[in-house]
DNA sequence: TATAATAATTTTGAAATCGAGATAATTTTA
DNA sequence: TAAAATTATCTCGATTTCAAAATTATTATA
């Protein structure tokens, strides 16, 4: 059949939905527990992960619209888990720089995280994990490209 | 090495987020192009192919709170785009049912809305489409029930 | 049959997000 | 150099969402 292209999209695109509803949902949880909120914990992992970003960049790596980062940022230094920082070269620019305790935060949650997304994941082996990723890859570059 | 396992799931809940998004942020576009936002869309689509619903199942199936489906429910209305139906058998159940209205809209809006998702799947071909059903499924459903 | 427990929906107030516009700084162009 | 365009952040108002409590109806229990 002509349209069975079409369709097979469609089903992958609801059972991509359901997958990450369902495995995000339980990260979230946890995340909340340890208070904060999915947000405040993407900023925060970004910062401990790959080191001081300017604002901007933030925005772009977690998909947020300028506004929200500047609310997100203020959160997340009001709870002292992040300051910010000017840029010397550029003063239209600020860093955000994640504070000692941030770190011991992402410290303390990060194992407890993993493991989480591990035990979500095990219904795959580790060869079908691998061959998801590639797939994965290759589905979300392009159409983050478009 | 021994940790191996949880890397390669950090990396897959990563690729599959990415994919999701980027996916999602595409698709949700074209839904506000047409007057409605994503979570209207959802409800409005169950009820178009799964018939009527009472509200408390919308809430399940779309993964929102019930005061949340209380809100979208009466904006859909507003639009009359579907109508509340009192249950005879139950005076506590109220079904959503889509109007007349509501399924023109989705009649003209579900082909483009089809060919947007398949032109953003188009990085894959259709065998690798089943394959990445198959490994989402497998992934999906155990996670759901967790 | 009362009473209590459960269930479905709605109301309410707070939090999160967006988009558009404002402000300030930098870079490009004439 | 001066004006215009671009860039980064922030502010503001509106929308969407949630969580908890309120309301109404049903079912189970004493």
Redesign the interface.
């Known amino acids: 059949m002509e349209n069975?292209?079409?369709t097979?999209?469609?089903?992958?695109?609801i059972?991509?939905?359901?997958?990450?509803?369902?495995?995000?949902?339980?990260?979230n949880k946890v995340i909340q527990a340890n208070g904060l909120n999915p947000t405040e914990f993407a900023v925060l992992e970004l910062l401990y992960h790959k080191g001081d970003q300017p604002m901007q960049q933030i925005g772009g790596k977690i998909?947020l619209a300028s506004g929200s980062i500047t609310y997100v940022v203020d959160k997340l230094e009001q709870k002292g888990m992040l300051q910010r920082l000017a840029c010397p070269k550029d003063r239209r620019v600020t860093y955000a720089q994640i504070t000692d305790e941030g770190k011991r935060f992402i410290q303390d949650i990060f194992p407890e995280h993993?493991?989480l997304?591990?035990?979500?994941?095990?219904?795959?082996t580790?060869q079908?994990?691998?061959?998801?990723?590639n797939?994965?890859?290759?589905?979300?570059?392009?159409?983050?490209r478009?």
Chains 1, 2 share one sequence.
């Open positions: 069975d292209s079409v097979k999209s469609l089903k992958l695109f059972v991509l939905s359901r997958a990450y509803k369902a495995i995000n949902e339980h990260v998909l993993a493991k997304i591990d035990t979500l994941m095990s219904s795959l580790d079908e994990k691998t061959e998801a990723i797939l994965l890859k290759k589905l979300g570059l392009p159409a983050g478009f």
